[in-house]
């Protein structure tokens, strides 16, 4: 499997570098704002002639996806098991008593709120202008 691998990845890089080699070396198909610009061919959408390096680009469109999808399968890895988080747990730890609160808490003493000394405040304040 790793040899397949290997061979996918070498064949995809290679498939790379064709596309970049033929997107590159294609030429021109007219005005370079096409019919808006105010030249260019007859056709919408350039020439209509198909020459040699334009074959080899969609040859090398198509290898590339192709070669992608398989990369795809053959990096994939089928055979994953997720486990639940409960049981990733390690049993020590649930078993550790709870140090947070002691056994026997002592009652809680009931002690009056004493309220706050009042402030020496106007009876009737002025509102700020």
Not at 55 to 66: C, E, V
């Amino acid at each position: 499997m790793q040899i397949l691998q290997t061979l996918l990845v070498v064949l995809f890089f290679v498939s790379c570098a064709a596309l970049i080699f033929f997107i590159l070396i294609q030429s021109g198909k007219g005005g370079s704002l096409g019919i808006m610009g105010g030249g260019g061919s007859g056709s919408p959408f350039g020439s209509s002639t198909v020459d040699v390096v334009e074959k080899a680009t969609w040859y090398g469109i198509a290898a590339f996806l192709i070669l992608a999808i398989l990369s795809a399968i053959a990096f994939a890895d089928h055979g994953i098991k997720i486990e639940p988080i409960e049981s990733a747990v390690p049993a020590a730890e649930e078993s550790a008593p709870a140090q947070s609160l002691p056994a026997n808490p002592a009652p809680a003493q009931n002690t009056p709120v004493q309220p706050a000394p009042a402030q020496n405040l106007p009876a009737n304040p002025t509102p700020a202008q």
